[in-house]
């Protein structure tokens, strides 16, 4: 028979457990409770953004149906052509705001990518691969809520009178390939004949010409034959190429060889946002990665920025401006200011040095193995041709003149933005960005003007063609016009460390630089790539980067 002990397993006080020892369970505590919280708020977040992330790399790649293109709407108005020139900041902006079911919208241009410029020149170093930074434009114009054509061809005149493109697209030309005995084994060679242009028209009812601007060498003799630019993709493959060329013949040399020193020398020209971003880009190559695989090679490698103005950056803070001609040191970049490039041949860069304390002027030379140009913009064919042919374009020099809409002075049906215009904004890709933005919604507007003038011209009996016509006049009268909204500057200076020059509203600005920058620096551009896979491609190149660092290898 069993014997009840006095101890029991739980009180007489209701809902007051108690243990087996008979002491009472802390409940838990409000630290305790919070790191739950935290960890289930954590995980749906993880979960919420993964979710979100792989919604939105399967609606890019899975594009809907599309408005086809007519040559009438359903009331018989006839549907306009828009043709767009070009795919850079300006033009894929537009195309992305624009309501591509009111217009047959056709898109023009050589290159049948958008590419995001602003990592352009972390490219030749292999911080960032090519391939992270191009967007082709089909997959762009397939995800238009209307039918878009898109025609790889370059517009080598425009017709304003007639409204009329021509149009030219060059193809490679192979005449066969010729066979060649090497023993067991036959090898095939192809070989090269030429290029084969195919001209052919297109006519418009509206033309926006987007097509950018080309280098400028100032007329600077020397510039275009001995250095490498930095615009295309085919800009940044030359450099990477020159720069392991360089290297790897400088490194046949004994050390003390004024050859090997000449070679070692790497010249970038330009102290605006580009020409400082791939002079930092190449120093951080050099003491990242070469330095542990070619020591020998790498600590006499010399970066020298030139630049013609007093200061480097200057649409920045003065504080900035100091904060990078001080990394600058830190990290053994010659800076060079008040030096302007008079003359290149193929070893040498002659400049002009103006002294800061007197205004005396001096020559100097300076030897190269790669200079880089960085600076200066000038008109394409394209544009000089238009421009000749409106009487209103005549002193446009520097670029199309253009009213508050972004009408071509002197046209009716052209419209003009990016940096193939001058205007009182600076030519950046923020600039681009926001005309296309409003160019978008103006087409809107410009339809529904068309649609209002149409039905005036062929009205119902349920039409109130005196309602109609005060909409009209309302319409006309309150066309807005562009208005840039500058919200800042960002630049990568080197040593993973960026100055931002930032504007929120009217009312206050923020000046910043470091690392904590650098981190910005990056989300931000990150930010404005235009396709969440270029968002992925890009943060694993700099994951891979920190991993493995950058190759040395040529190709």
Known sequence: MFRLTSKRLFSTSPRVWQSANGKIPKS?????????TVKRATGLTVFGSMAFISYKIWNESHPSEQVKQVPLFENGQKKKTLVILGSGWGSISLLKNLDTTLYNVVVVSPRNYFLFTPLLPSCPTGTVELRSIIEPVRSITRNSPGE???L?????????INNK????QSTTVHSGHSGKDTGSAKSTVSEYSGVEE????????YLVVGVGAQPSTFGIPGVAEHSTFLKEVSDSIKIRKRLMDVIEAANILPKGDPERKRLLSIVVCGGGPTGVEVAGEIQDYIDQDLKKWMPEVASEIKVTLVE?????????????VDYTKQVFEDTNIDLRTNTMIKKVDDKTVSAQVKSAKDGSTSMIDIPYGMLIWATGNAQRPVTQSLTSKIDEQKNARRGLLVNEQMLVDGSKNIFA???CTFTKCAPTAQVAFQEGIFLGKHFAKLHEIDTLQYQLAHPTPTDNIER?????????????????NHQGSLAYIGSERAVADLVWGDWSNVTTGGTLTFLFWRSAYIYMCLSVKNQILVCLDWVKVSMFGRDISKE
């Open 28 to 36: 838990p505590g409000l630290l305790s409770k919070s790191w739950t």
């Open 148 to 150: 878009v054509i898109y």
């Open 152 to 160: 790889e061809a370059e517009a080598t005149d425009i017709d304003p």
């Open 165 to 168: 493109l021509t149009l030219k």
């Open 198 to 205: 195919i001209t052919t028209s297109l006519n418009y009812d």
């Open 308 to 320: 013609a103005l007093p200061n480097v950056l200057n649409m920045f803070n003065k504080k900035l």
């Open 417 to 419: 933005l990016g940096d």
């Open 468 to 484: 109609l016509t005060k909409k009209l006049s309302k319409l006309q009268e309150k066309l807005p016009g562009f208005v840039y």
